[in-house]
């Protein structure tokens, strides 16, 4: 079992940065594939970057390459997304998940723990 909580949300004004922080319980964190989606007001869930266990493969949705980062401190049991130049696009809440193995980090199925989500509103 595996517990997460996202932190660092807020709102920003456009062109800004955040970084979203993501703490998870149990001592097999380093053993996840790690990923961030994100969910706008009336708006299906969507892949936003994804990471695996060992921080060897990354994955991005290509609204986000460029200027997001998402990395992992598997001794603070954390995984991040740095954001930089926020869009007002960007709103939404952003949740952080987790599975033992993921073939595709984008695949949102692949994942079997979730957080309850931070909000990211980016002003215009």
């Known amino acids: 079992q595996v517990q997460l909580v996202e932190s660092g949300g807020g709102l920003v004004q456009a062109g800004g940065s955040l970084r979203l922080s993501c703490a998870a319980s149990g001592r097999t964190f380093s053993s996840y594939d790690m990923g961030w989606f994100r969910q706008a007001p009336g708006k299906e869930r969507e892949f936003v970057a994804g990471i695996s266990w060992n921080g060897g493969r990354t994955d991005y949705a290509d609204s986000v390459k460029g200027r997001f980062t998402i990395s992992r401190g598997n001794a603070k049991n954390t995984v991040y997304l740095q954001m930089i130049s926020l869009k007002p696009e960007d709103t939404a809440v952003y949740y952080c998940?987790?599975?033992?193995?993921?073939?595709?980090?984008?695949?949102?199925?692949?994942?079997?723990?979730w957080g309850q989500g931070t909000q990211v509103t980016v002003s215009s």
């Open positions: 998940a987790a599975t033992k193995l993921a073939s595709r980090l984008r695949a949102d199925f692949e994942y079997d723990y």
